[in-house]
T-cell receptor, first 114, second 117 residues
Framework: GAGVSQSPSNKVTEKGKDVELRCDPI?????LYWYRQSLGQGLEFLIY????????KSGLPSDRFSAERTGGSVSTLTIQRTQQEDSAVYLC????????????FGPGTRLTVL | AQKVTQAQTEISVVEKEDVTLDCVYE???????LFWYKQPPSGELVFLIR??????QNEISGRYSWNFQKSTSSFNFTITASQVVDSAVYFC??????????????FGTGTRLLVSP
């Protein structure tokens, strides 16, 4: 079946602009996660969705970052007033509910802020 | 607090050599899960294996094997007879049981494996 998909695959933007990153999880997966992968910080957890609610937003680095999920499916990560330090690969993953279930990752969106 | 340490930043081997990737973790929970993921040059993280804290049996899958030792808080990964296609970054990760069923993965910094012909 189809895996996790993300769009766009690459995004180049100017400092100060807003960007939206999209994630389509595997059908039937109720849990959805966003991570950020950058050279200096490794893989960092950003936010988790269970259905449409986000019980844990502790990883969002600032209030410029927000995310939503609709219909228990597609999720959008929005970064407002982008800064150069936001440049990274943003990864989305989905899984069945339960701490023991493996997460399936998408190919990521590479964001470059000039 | 949870922590995963992969002390080996990069390992280079020649094809057919065996190689072991080290992973040491820290957690206060008695119930937790350990994972290994592979990130090939294409960039997509691929799940390799999961282990729960109550199962210390070693596992073998083809050329891959994993050694989980609670006494040393280690979950090491061995590739036997390495191949060029094994070249990738390998991540070890840890998650703790949560009432919400939420799995927050804490990743190590990864080990880049380069297998040359």
């Amino acid at each position: 079946g189809a895996g996790v998909s993300q769009s766009p695959s690459n995004k180049v933007t100017e400092k100060g602009k807003d960007v939206e990153l999209r994630c389509d999880p595997i059908s039937g997966h109720t849990a959805l996660y966003w991570y950020r992968q950058s050279l200096g910080q490794g893989l960092e957890f950003l936010i988790y969705f269970q259905g449409n609610s986000a019980p844990d937003k502790s990883g969002l680095p600032s209030d410029r970052f927000s995310a939503e999920r609709t219909g228990g499916s597609v999720s959008t990560l929005t970064i407002q007033r982008t800064q150069q330090e936001d440049s990274a690969v943003y990864l989305c993953a989905s899984s069945r509910t339960g701490a023991y279930n493996e997460q399936f990752f998408g190919p990521g969106t590479r964001l470059t802020v000039l | 607090a949870q922590k995963v340490t992969q002390a080996q930043t990069e390992i280079s081997v020649v094809e057919k050599e065996d190689v072991t990737l080290d992973c040491v973790y820290e957690t206060r929970d008695t119930t937790y899960y350990l994972f290994w993921y592979k990130q090939p040059p294409s960039g997509e993280l691929v799940f390799l294996i999961r282990r729960n804290s109550f199962d210390e049996q070693n596992e073998i899958s083809g050329r891959y094997s994993w050694n989980f030792q609670k006494s040393t808080s280690s979950f090491n990964f061995t590739i036997t007879a390495s191949q060029v296609v094994d070249s990738a970054v390998y991540f070890c990760a840890l998650s703790e049981e949560r009432n919400t069923g939420f799995q927050k993965l804490v990743f190590g910094t990864g080990t880049r494996l380069l297998v040359s012909p």
